[in-house]
T-cell receptor, first 115, second 115 residues
């Protein structure tokens, strides 16, 4: 079945630094990928929709200059948290839509801790 | 516009008992509906999905869900709970077969299984 690989699974960074999270579709092409943020004991909040070869579409309230999304190929989307602050600490999850089966496959998530 | 409501943020059952997790949705177009399971610090794993075919959908690990348009519901059931079923469950809706449609998640239900 469809597999989405997300790296890193955990990252700790200092305030003010930037962190890049990668999301790869391993056995299918994903023209659209989605980035979610999940706070402890809460549901997933869609941050942005990443479209291959074009700009991402951000949800209301999500700072596009802080959360940079690049979808340069049909199998890779990246989320860069720029100038991270402790309040950016969260669990970030990507997903990709596999048009072959009409489903959404999720990465394993990235636990970001900003100290 | 679409939304999902999961009744009960916590559900506790005894091992071997029936599991029933409730999900109601609203959608302005014929929906696709999904149930996902999430274990701690992991991504989401698809349990089952409804994509306008059979209204009773069977998924992995003995789970099934029934799409009831008249009730706008898609409740998840399992006849006999196992300890390994303890996890967070999310119901989600997307706007049909449009490749660009994102998922909208319910608030999640934490299932606890007592020995």
């Amino acid at each position: 079945g469809a597999v989405v690989s997300q790296h890193p699974s955990r990252v700790i960074c200092k305030s003010g630094t930037s962190v890049k999270i990668e999301c790869r579709s391993l056995d299918f092409q994903a023209t659209t990928m989605f980035w979610y943020r999940q706070f402890p004991k809460q549901s997933l909040m869609l941050m942005a929709t990443s479209n291959e070869g074009s700009k991402a579409t951000y949800e209301q309230g999500v700072e596009k200059d802080k959360f940079l999304i690049n979808h340069a190929s049909l199998t890779l989307s990246t989320l860069t948290v720029t100038s991270a602050h402790p309040e950016d600490s969260s669990f970030y999850i990507c997903s990709a839509r596999d048009s072959r089966v009409g489903g959404y496959t999720f990465g394993s998530g990235t636990r970001l801790t900003v100290v | 516009a679409q939304s999902v409501t999961q009744l009960g943020s916590h559900v506790s059952v005894s091992e071997g008992a029936l599991v029933l997790l409730r999900c109601n949705y609203s959608s302005s177009v014929p929906p696709y509906l999904f149930w996902y399971v999430q274990y701690p610090n992991q991504g989401l794993q698809l349990l089952l999905k409804y994509t306008s075919a059979a209204t009773l959908v069977k998924g992995i690990n003995g789970f099934e869900a029934e799409f009831k348009k008249s009730e706008t519901s898609f409740h998840l059931t399992k006849p006999s709970a196992h300890m390994s079923d303890a996890a967070e469950y999310f119901c989600a809706v997307s706007g049909g077969g449009n490749a660009g449609n994102m998922l909208t998640f319910g608030g999640g239900t934490r299932l606890m299984v007592k020995p």
